[in-house]
């Protein structure tokens, strides 16, 4: 289990993999070394989590993530951006979980 609080069903996921030459990262800057297995995932998401949220999901990631598929922690960059409720239609055209004014 994921510490993030996202409902069961909510699963939206998009995976695009990149030729090595395809993707320019800096192999030192911070929580490096990195290496060729380096792995970006961006997160958006709807509502701000607490700092506590954030830190407990990113290390379940990457443990879960260094088991399998063997990732190192190292290659294992997360970004989690947030978005009002306005900004979401998930279908219809209807902006589901707005609140009119």
């Not at 994921?2 to 911070?30: K, S, T």
């Not at 970006?40 to 709807?46: K, S």
């Not at 607490?50 to 999901?57: C, L, M, N, P, V």
């Amino acid at each position: 289990m994921f510490p993030i609080d996202v409902p069961n069903a909510d699963h939206f996921q998009i995976f695009h993999q990149l030729a090595p030459d395809e993707l320019v990262f800096d192999r030192h800057y911070l929580c490096g070394p990195r290496s060729d297995d380096y792995v970006l995932i961006a997160i958006t998401a709807g509502r701000p989590r607490s700092t506590h949220t954030k830190k407990a999901f990113d290390q379940r990631l990457v443990e879960l993530l260094e088991e399998a598929p063997g990732i190192r922690r190292e290659d294992v960059m997360v970004v989690i951006n947030t978005t009002d409720a306005d900004e979401w239609s998930f279908g219809n055209g209807i902006a589901t979980l707005a609140v009119d004014a």
